[in-house]
């Protein structure tokens, strides 16, 4: 069973920035893909930012140029800067990992994000 410890959301202003944090149990080599999904109200899960230790970093249309995803190999932790937040990134935050064994798929609980003013 995979564990998750995300942080970091919270209550932003637009043009304002969040760090999100995910600490991953074992070691993040045990994954092919970890990364970062999101759901807004009546919205389905949608890929935020995912790192593959053998390909590139791939982000959503939407935030990139915005955010930027990056691992911490020590401490198992994937983490996301949002930078220039808009309204419309307002959803649950998932922290995702795929294992690379059999390529099962763990989520996290999820972390609130509200951009408003």
């Known amino acids: 069973q995979v564990q998750f410890v995300e942080s970091g959301g919270g209550l932003v202003q637009p043009g304002e920035s969040l760090l999100l944090s995910c600490t991953i149990s074992g070691s993040i080599w045990r994954y092919n893909a970890v990364g970062w999904f999101r759901q807004a109200p009546g919205n389905q899960r949608e890929m935020v930012a995912m790192v593959f230790p053998t390909g590139p970093t791939k982000y959503a249309d939407g935030v990139k140029g915005r955010c930027t995803i990056f691992t911490d190999i020590e401490m198992n932790t994937v983490r996301l800067q949002m930078n220039s937040l808009k309204p419309e990134d307002t959803a649950v935050y998932y922290c995702?990992?795929?294992?690379?064994?059999?390529?099962?798929?763990?989520w996290g609980q999820g972390t609130q994000v509200t951009v408003s003013s």
């Open positions: 995702y990992a795929r294992e690379s064994q059999d390529g099962s798929e763990y």
